[in-house]
Nanobody, 117 residues
Framework: QVQLMESGGGLVQHGGSLRLSCAAS????????TAWYRQAPGKQREFLAR???????TYTDSVKERFTISSDNAKNTVYLRMNSLKPEDTAVYYC???????????WGQGTQVTVSS
């Protein structure tokens, strides 16, 4: 089993920055990638960025100029640095990790990010 714990959310002003953390514990050697998603009220969960265990990153176009995903393997933690935040970035942010053998998907409990105008 894998447990994911997000942290770093909060209230920030328009134009501000936040860094979210996703700490993994348990059978983390099985994992091959970790991603960040978000879900705003009344909307579907949206993919933001992914980083593989080899450091390859992928972003959705809408955030790639403002958000940066990174990892610290020694701390088993993946980060999402968010700059130039906008009110439309307000959402619950989730991290997700995937394993291949066996194939499983793990989600954290989410962290709220609120951007005031």
């Amino acid at each position: 089993q894998v447990q994911l714990m997000e942290s770093g959310g909060g209230l920030v002003q328009h134009g501000g920055s936040l860094r979210l953390s996703c700490a993994a514990s348990g059978s983390i050697s099985k994992l091959y990638a970790t991603a960040w998603y978000r879900q705003a009220p009344g909307k579907q969960r949206e993919f933001l960025a992914r980083i593989s265990t080899t450091g390859i990153t992928t972003y959705t176009d809408s955030v790639k100029e403002r958000f940066t995903i990174s990892s610290d393997n020694a701390k088993n933690t993946v980060y999402l640095r968010m700059n130039s935040l906008k009110p439309e970035d307000t959402a619950v942010y989730y991290c997700r990790s995937d394993s291949l053998f066996p194939p499983n998907t793990y989600w954290g409990q989410g962290t709220q990010v609120t951007v005031s105008s």
